[in-house]
């Protein structure tokens, strides 16, 4: 049977990450959360206490950095140098130095080489900004996620409270919106729906139909 490679790209909080996981479930694929990955090494800027501008020094730290995607029990993990990250990256303070660190040229090239590697003999779901512009522009199924800026504060701040973090509304929907500005107006992989992809506006939707629509799409895919 056919493997093939899913892109699903978008701004944050529209659905990408739940909806990846639960399509890769449904398919017996493996799920690559490409922000997850550049969230780690936000993680390891802001340790280094290493200001995200400084391009130089995060260039350099991301030569002596290794992100790997292992899946425990069914479940993804963050692992950041050999240890396990994946609540940390979550932290309202990784999240805002992600969009300035993911503009290093150093940073972009050291993940887009992980992730293709990781795509070479299909069976994969990925998610991120670039996945179906850069990462994997032959992708066989390409999602471009949209969703409502309240809405996507909506979720994250709700994302957050499970987590024990407490933030206003308003200000989650600023920082969303500032990182969408920053995200697609980048020289480098900006956030950008490709040509081929099917825009999918989960402002309404349950993550069931954007499961259920994607699969269905992928399953004519693999089917032909």
Do not use: C, W
Request: net charge neutral.
């Amino acid at each position: 049977m056919k493997r093939i490679i899913i892109a699903i790209d978008g701004p944050a909080a529209s659905g990408k990450s739940t909806t990846a996981k639960r399509v890769a479930e449904a398919l017996g694929y493996l799920h690559i959360d490409t922000g997850a990955m550049y969230r780690a090494m936000a993680l390891k800027v802001l340790r280094a206490k290493i200001e995200p501008n400084d391009t130089q020094k995060v260039a350099a730290l991301a030569d002596s950095t290794t992100v790997r995607l292992v899946n425990q029990n069914g479940h993804i993990r963050v692992v950041l140098d050999g240890k396990e990250v994946s609540d940390e990256i979550r932290l309202p303070e990784v999240t805002n130095m992600v969009s300035p660190v993911s503009t290093v040229p150093e940073v972009r090239m050291l993940m887009v080489k992980e992730q293709r590697a990781m795509g070479t003999e299909g069976g994969i779901v990925l998610e991120g900004r670039d996945i179906g512009t850069i990462v994997f522009p032959d992708a066989d199924l390409k999602i471009f996620m949209r969703a409502d800026a309240r809405e996507r504060a909506v979720r994250r701040k709700k994302e957050l409270e499970g987590k024990g973090v407490t933030v206003a509304l308003d200000d989650l929907e600023r920082e969303l919106l500032d990182r969408d500005r920053i995200d697609s107006q980048r020289s480098m992989s900006p956030l950008k729906q490709a040509d081929d992809a099917i825009e999918v506006d989960t402002t309404h939707l349950s993550i069931d139909q954007q499961v259920e629509f994607i699969v269905t799409k992928a399953n004519a895919i693999i089917g032909n």
